[in-house]
């Protein structure tokens, strides 16, 4: 199963820097709870030998902090910001078995179909997550069920 736009940014990334770097890459993908339990492994290591990178959207190291009681880690002590390297977007895609062709008419199919549709995310407090929730109360508080998984690209069929 592929995992999300983070984890194919970074082999990308990984490629093109091992020249110039002149080592090893190991990309250890750590999906779950929208990018926490990966920023949670990257922020705990403290050895001096070794160096590790977080390739992750905003979520782990601002809204799940925020969202969460007890956060695993500190997102402003853990990590040290280098670089912005990509940017990706949302998309609305829909089955071609509901019976819309826009963005108005899935509204209007929502409204009149509550508790009918779903959406899937990246996990609980995810940007995806964050986002579906939003489309749902400006799209005038539509009835839409959330499905978590464990990684964004895994709410797509293949």
């Not at 009918?116 to 995806?128: C, E, H, V």
């Amino acid at each position: 199963m592929p995992a999300g736009v983070h984890d194919v940014i970074g082999r990308l990334w990984a490629e093109r820097v091992k020249p110039v770097l002149g080592t090893t890459i190991v990309i250890d993908n750590r999906g779950g709870g929208g990018g926490v339990i990966g920023a949670n492994d990257v922020g705990a290591m403290r050895s001096p030998t070794a160096t590790a990178s977080c390739s992750a959207a905003r979520p782990p190291r601002v809204l799940s902090p925020a969202a969460m009681a007890q956060p695993p880690y500190d997102p402003v002590k853990s990590f040290a910001g280098v670089s912005v390297f990509s940017f990706s977007s949302t998309s609305i895609v829909v089955n071609p078995t509901v019976p819309v062709h826009s963005l108005r008419e899935l509204i209007a199919y929502a409204k009149a179909n509550p508790g009918k549709l779903s959406y899937g995310s990246a996990g609980n407090g995810s940007i995806t997550n964050m986002r579906g929730e939003l489309f749902k109360r400006l799209a005038g508080g539509l009835d839409i069920v959330h499905i978590p998984y464990k990684a964004s690209a895994r709410a797509l069929p293949i």
